[in-house]
């Protein structure tokens, strides 16, 4: 696995191989030829899929012929590409077989009649100039050394034909510099090379609005959309292999800091258990063709592919850690044996997940990993749309981002039924209108949203404003060791329609047990508690006893759930769902309720009590909860109030851990509009042990005052650290 110094010096000037540079490409798409078992286990899978796509071959050229659709003439090079790949690979069943590559040519000739430097592009450009070029770059360098170069010089006309510059943002800059850099591998074009380079250090940025990459890990795609394992997981995927290519040579990269940052607070926080957070594939959840396990799998083979690099070296065990046996029934080859031999090394050790709570504030999305399960919120504000859906995808999203709480955990089923049988208006977390509708693509209304934390603890807000009707809420989370406390306030709709808030809907195994600690109503069930076992143990608790509605039911569906687009399979999965009805033309209504990720049974008794919750405050002003030493404050107007000791003037939230003699605080303008906020805590200090810039300290006794300039500051968290602390 060593890399391979691969230009020349002659007469001062450093010459390229592009031969071995086309090597280094052909074992990113083929292999280079380990025999481990569950490489052999791809192969074996690669070759089932190009017997179907050589059985499939004819009919879908001679639909690509007669249609002159780019999605057809698309699926058909992949499927070409495809068969290319096991024809070079030397452990396949058609590795160099004669009738394979006449198979090959032959369909890149017949397709020449509607792919060319004169064909006259109709339908989505995206296949014109991104697409189908991945496709023909990648199989001319596997067939590169049988090709008839003038047939090659022809198909790269054609690719300049449909685009001849590097002009888009975020990952369809990165794939059209990509087609770049290959087109000029294959053409020995230097030219070319060194623009996809630039095209590529221009992605390499973080940027402060647009498409791309934020300061706080966040991921923007399409304007609006958090996007960091859709098209931010495609962008991963393609400059992966670019870094790897061009390692050692005249074009290398240097720039590598700034793909760890990225690995470490864009990609990692959403993969859990080899599935990434279905709250940042935008659109994509609703293809049946690629969901979660497969976007995971193709993150860590970029990550795998980087680890080949003494820069990423420490990257082994981390992906070690998130390999499941799911990866290798997508990953490719090259990066199966990469995984493999990972897992062989024993002189590697898995790198150990603490708990921990980050807020993408850039994005409008929360996540907490915690001990033995994961939590994903997706919110959004008038910075970030309530969902995607364009080309007849995603068509049902509505309350997706409307405050959904995913909880991640091992052993429990599937999601790749999910969307198509999930009740789509009853989505957990979320607090709707029965029945509406929400408008897809434009920014939501509403400016704050967002959140902020310390450590593994984590306070969010989103106020809740339909552009459709006239419902509104304030919804609030605040994430401890073990559990969330979900809070309510001033919910309220004009609407005839029934709004409620759903505590759950879970999709659940088949032998799993749901028991209730309460009393069962004629429409409903009055409880303090509840519990789902099996391979689940969530629990939930209410501080006062609460009236909810709880349904167990099997749902049928299929993809035309969720877009056009279906595998003609009918799923059914089991649910469990239970939620508060607030009512009809509701006023001033709240609600407040316990999440426990992972507990037992008898911990649910009595477990507001014990747990060391308080609810301080839920209202129009402020909503207010404490576990022990830890605080977490929202401020909803700007005017000042107190709460949990700590009185501010502005809208914005706050939270606040104390051990020991020390306190820490974290605080986020989470409108992105304030110029400054004013702060007093219920404290004393002797000293500053840290602090952020912005933070400007007025006095630390008798009590501590400070103002923290958020100008600018796009709702970044500001912490700040005291010693000497005592309550005054």
């Given amino acids: 696995y060593m890399i391979l110094l691969i230009h020349i010096k002659m007469g001062g000037m450093i010459m390229t191989d592009f031969n071995i540079l086309r090597k280094r490409y052909s074992d990113v798409l083929c292999g280079r030829g380990y025999n481990g078992k569950k490489t052999a286990d791809c192969i074996l899978q690669s070759d089932e899929r190009t017997e179907q796509r050589l059985v499939q071959l004819g009919g879908r050229i001679e639909k690509a012929i007669k249609s002159n659709e780019p999605g057809v003439i698309n699926a058909t090079l992949k499927g070409i590409l495809d068969i290319s790949i096991s024809f070079s690979q030397n452990n396949s069943q058609f590795y160099h077989n004669k009738n394979i590559k006449n198979e090959i040519f032959n369909a890149l000739n017949t397709l020449e009649k509607v792919y060319n430097d004169t064909t006259v592009p109709k339908g989505n450009w995206w296949y014109w100039e991104i697409g189908i070029p991945l496709s023909i770059n990648s199989i001319f360098t596997l067939m590169y050394d049988y090709t008839d170069k003038s047939q090659l010089k022809r198909y790269m006309a054609a690719e300049k034909h449909f685009n001849d510059r590097i002009k888009l943002t975020g990952a369809n800059r990165l794939w059209e510099s990509v087609i770049f850099a290959v087109r000029g591998i294959l053409l020995s074009d230097n030219d070319s090379i060194k623009n996809a380079i630039s095209g590529i250090q221009d992605v390499m940025v973080i940027t402060d609005s647009g498409d791309g990459f934020y300061k706080d890990g966040s991921f923007i795609q399409h304007d609006n959309i958090p996007y960091n394992c859709g098209y931010g997981r495609s962008l991963i995927q393609e400059l992966a292999p670019m870094l790897y290519i061009f390692k050692d040579t005249e074009f290398e990269n240097k720039n590598t800091d700034i793909i760890n940052t990225w690995i470490e607070k864009s990609y990692l926080p959403f993969i859990y258990n080899g599935r990434t957070m279905d709250m940042v594939r935008g659109r994509e959840i609703s293809r049946y063709y690629e969901q979660s396990d497969l976007a995971c799998t193709h993150i860590l083979s970029a990550m795998l592919i980087l680890s080949e690099m003494p820069e990423f070296n420490e990257l082994k065990g981390t992906i070690k850690t998130q390999i499941t046996d799911n990866f290798f029934e997508y990953a490719s080859v090259f990066t199966a044996e990469l995984a493999e031999h990972l897992q062989e090394d024993n002189n590697i050790k898995p790198k150990e997940i603490k708990p921990y709570f980050m807020a993408f504030n850039s994005m409008d999305r929360v996540v907490k990993h915690g001990n033995g399960y994961t939590i994903g919120l997706a919110m959004h504000s008038e ?293 400054k906020i004013y702060i007093e805590l219920d404290y004393s200090a002797q000293e500053i042990i840290s602090k952020s810039e912005r933070i400007n300290i007025i006095q630390l006794v008798p009590y501590v005052c400070m103002e923290i300039d958020t100008c600018a500051a796009r709702g970044e968290e500001q912490h700040i650290k005291f010693g000497g602390v005592k309550n005054v």
Avoid at 644 to 668: A, F, N
């Fill in 383 to 675: 910075r970030t749309a309530a969902y995607e859906s364009i080309n007849d995808e995603n068509q049902n999203a509505h309350h997706t981002s409307d405050g959904m709480m995913y909880i991640y955990k091992k052993n429990e089923p599937k999601s790749d039924f999910f969307w198509p049988t999930i009740d789509l208006q009853r989505l957990p977390g979320t607090t709707v209108l029965r029945g509406s509708t929400v408008k897809p693509n434009i920014n939501a209304a509403g400016d704050f949203t967002g959140g902020c934390g310390i450590g593994e603890n984590g306070v969010c807000t989103m106020k809740l404003i339909s552009n459709e009707n006239s419902l509104k809420a304030n919804k609030s989370w605040f994430f401890f060791d073990k559990e969330v406390v979900c809070l309510g306030s001033c919910i309220n709709s004009e609407e005839e329609s029934e709004v409620e808030t759903i505590i759950e809907n879970r999709l659940v195994t088949d032998n799993s047990r749901f028991t209730v600690h309460g009393n069962e109503e004629s429409e409903g069930y009055i409880i303090k508690g509840a519990y789902l076992d099996g391979s689940h143990d969530v629990g939930y608790c209410f501080p006062e006893e609460q009236e909810v509605n709880i349904f167990r039911e099997i749902r049928s569906g299929d993809w035309n759930n969720m877009s056009i687009k279906s595998d003609g399979k009918s799923y059914k999965g089991r649910y469990l769902t239970m939620w508060i009805k607030h009512g009809r033309k509701v006023k001033d209504v709240s609600y407040e309720y316990i999440v426990i990720p992972k507990c037992h049974e008898e911990e649910i008794n009595d477990y507001y009590r014990k747990s060391g919750i308080r609810i301080i405050e839920n209202s129009d002003s402020i909503q207010c909860v404490k576990k022990n030493g830890t605080t977490g404050v929202v401020f909803l107007k700007d005017k000042t109030h107190s709460a949990g000791g700590i009185s501010c003037d502005r809208r914005c939230i706050v939270m606040t851990t104390q051990t020991c003699g020390t306190l820490e605080l974290s605080i986020s303008d989470i409108t992105q509009k304030q110029d």
